[in-house]
Every structure is written in structure tokens, then in C-alpha cells.
């Protein structure tokens, strides 16, 4: 049995958890048997990935994509899909969802239409049509994300589903160490290590890890930070840093690719983003690392820190309320266990990169095998 070709489109330019979701979810599904193409912006972090791909049954293709209704685009990714053929497109953001929306209806192709963060939907016409009317299901990063788009509009209930980010867990484990960052950092194995893992970006929230920090050190001074990752406001951060005299306590790292063995070597990640959360990617690789968390109460993290059962809840825009939170896991070693203990339990059970694939696939073979009326629900609209 021949399985569907898939193909991902996305038009956003950097390297986050969105982008690292559409590679892990074209990887495994090329495990899977799957054919996959990925459409995507070139010259980004996301074609470099991709083009370092060596597989018969896959392949990356890069289209300029600035405007949403560029007739010239549109063309160039119509004349793309009747090139290589797939049997179903899953776009990714505002842009791509667009382009191929339009080209792909003009085809008969099948479509589906992943959203990957809690901001708000701009709900008017022709605005909620790519929500409404184009996609024959909407995938979400977490139950929060699928509040917001069922209130768009048009949008029909039933073919909005849920399916968090999952996490690889035969590289993010608790045997990894982090002996070897710490060595890097300069600091013993006693040394309280905070880090903060993402894009740097200014919903990120790095301005009130800042404000945090001195909390912390008044507390404990021999702690230090670090942030692993790139973005738009790296060189701005690392200026905040300088002046506020931190440059001696907090480390700003870049990209880098051993996020498990940093994840290792922190006594608390942080999570410190003020709006557009869906299920960052952080989590479920802090949770499957059992590294205490402490999280915003933003998009979907109260849901998936279990209220609090699995990591510590901070409220958003505070650098005090960070600062708590960061000093009540290291002066309670016995919570932080505790809290990371369920943490784990919870991502082996619910967070897993297969129990994502499968969830994946069932919308595909809905989509393509099972096409619903308005308001059936082959598949759950929150699948478990």
C-alpha cells in the first residue's frame, strides 16, 4: 500500500519551535512511510535543515513568499503542485496558509492548516476564510489555541483538533548529562544553573528574566543564567544584560544543538513568555529531562504544567513573580523533585513524538479517507 504524499509549507523565516515541529513531523513521517516535500522560504534555518536530507522520498523546494496575495507567488505555487502532486498540504503560517489555500483549492487538494500560537485570530472577512473556509481541519498546539479559533467566524467546531508537541525521547532523557556545559560555563556541579531555552524574541519574555535575576541572586548569589538560542532580539538582550552589570551572571549562548545536554546541566528551566504560547517545544523536553520548570500562565501552559503539579506557575509581565518562582524550586529540592517526577510521568504517557505522529496521521486519514459534513467528528476535537 502506497501512503500519501505530504507536503509542508511555511513561509516564516527563523529556527522555533514551530519550524523545528514541521522537520521532526517530516522526519517521522517519512519513518512512517511516508512521501513528504516541504515548501519554505529560502535561504532560512529550515531549508538548510532540510536540504541536508538524503531521502528518496522526500524533497525541499524554495518559493519566495513576503505578501499573502501575490498573484506571481500564487502561480509559482500552483504550477509547484501540479508538479509534484501531493495528496494533501498542511501549511503552517498566515502567509504560506495563503498562497497554498488559494493554490491547492484551485487544484482539488486536499488542505490542513496548523496553528502554533494562542495570539489572537484577526477575525474579518476575507481574514477568517484561510480558519472558515479553506483548511478541511485546523490542527492546534494545545486546547487553548482551539478556544480561539472556534470563535473565528464561519469556523465549524468539529474539525479543530488538538495535538500538542511531542518530544523525542530517545534523545531528551534523564541519562544525558550536562557535565560537559558546565565545563563550558566554568561552574562546579553545586552551582545553581537557571536557563531559559528559545527563540529571542520579545513575547519571549527575556526583559523580565533580566528583572528577575538580581531577585534570585539576593538569595542566592552564586547563581548563574543561561540562554541558549537566536532571534531578533538577541543583541538587544545581551545589551540590557551589560547594563544592568549581568553580563558576569547570565551567559547568552546563540543557537546551539546540544539543548539535552543543557537541559541536563540546569537545576531550573524557565519559561518566561508573555503571550503566543501554544505547546512550546520547551516543555515537553524539560518534562521528559526531568528538569523542574518554572512557566508563564500564558496560552497552554497552565493546562500542561497540570496547574501546578508539574512545574511552577508565574504570572506573565513580572520579573518578581519569575524571581519566586526560580528561589522556591532551589530552596525545595524535595518539590522540585516531586513536580519533575510528574512531569516525566505525564510526558511518557501523553507527550511522546509517536503518540504526536499517530494523532498527526488520523487527521491526515480523515481528511483523505473519511471526508466528514459539518459538524460529524471522525476525530475528536481534543484527542487524548
Not at 245 to 274: F, Q, W, Y
Not at 277 to 295: C, D, N, R
Amino acid at each position: 500500500m502506497t501512503l500519501p504524499h505530504i507536503l509542508h509549507s511555511e513561509s516564516a523565516t527563523g529556527w522555533g519551535g514551530q519550524e523545528i515541529r514541521i522537520f521532526q513531523e517530516s522526519m517521522h513521517l517519512l519513518d512512517r512511510g511516508f512521501r513528504v516535500s516541504v515548501v519554505c522560504q529560502p535561504g532560512t534555518p529550515l531549508m538548510g535543515r532540510c536540504s541536508q536530507v538524503a531521502h528518496s522520498h522526500f524533497a525541499v523546494y524554495p518559493l519566495c513568499m513576503t505578501r499573502s496575495f501575490c498573484p506571481l507567488t500564487i502561480g509559482r505555487a500552483f504550477g509547484l503542485l501540479g508538479k509534484i502532486c501531493p495528496d494533501l498540504v498542511h501549511t503552517h503560517s498566515s502567509v504560506d496558509s495563503w498562497v497554498f489555500s488559494l493554490a491547492g483549492r484551485m487544484k482539488g487538494i486536499p488542505l490542513v492548516r496548523s496553528r502554533h500560537v494562542s495570539l489572537p485570530v484577526r477575525d474579518f472577512f476575507p481574514n477568517n476564510l484561510i480558519y472558515s473556509r479553506f483548511p478541511d481541519r485546523i490542527i492546534t498546539s494545545g486546547k487553548s489555541i482551539s478556544e480561539v479559533i472556534t470563535r473565528v467566524r464561519g469556523v465549524d467546531p468539529g474539525k479543530v483538533v488538538s495535538i500538542s508537541a511531542g518530544v523525542d525521547l530517545n534523545r531528551f532523557h534523564p541519562g544525558v548529562s550536562g557535565a560537559s556545559v558546565r565545563k563550558e560555563l566554568g561552574i562546579g556541579p553545586d552551582v545553581p544553573l537557571i536557563g531559559k531555552i528559545g527563540v529571542v524574541r520579545g513575547w519571549k519574555g527575556h526583559d523580565y528574566l533580566l528583572e528577575a535575576v538580581p531577585r534570585v541572586l539576593q538569595r542566592f548569589p552564586d547563581a548563574r543564567f543561561v540562554c541558549a538560542g537566536t532571534g531578533p532580539g538577541f543583541e538587544e538582550v545581551k545589551r540590557k544584560a551589560q547594563a544592568k552589570g549581568l553580563e558576569d551572571k547570565i551567559t547568552l549562548l546563540g543557537h546551539r544543538e546540544d539543548v539535552p545536554e543543557l537541559m541536563a546541566a540546569c537545576n531550573v528551566i524557565v519559561l518566561a513568555s508573555i503571550a503566543g504560547e501554544g505547546t512550546p517545544q520547551v516543555i515537553p523536553q524539560s518534562f521528559a529531562m526531568k528538569t523542574p520548570m518554572v512557566a508563564t500562565r500564558i496560552g497552554s501552559t497552565p493546562e500542561l504544567l497540570g496547574e501546578g503539579e508539574r512545574g511552577v506557575l508565574v504570572e506573565p509581565r513580572s520579573g518578581e513573580s519569575l524571581a519566586q518562582g526560580i528561589v522556591r524550586l532551589l530552596d525545595d529540592p524535595g518539590l522540585a523533585e516531586r513536580l519533575a517526577e510528574n512531569a516525566f510521568d505525564y510526558c511518557r504517557k501523553e507527550m511522546s513524538i509517536g503518540k504526536m505522529i499517530d494523532q498527526t496521521i488520523a487527521v491526515y486519514d480523515a481528511v483523505l479517507h473519511r471526508p466528514l459534513g459539518k459538524g460529524e467528528a471522525g476525530v475528536s476535537p481534543e484527542i487524548k
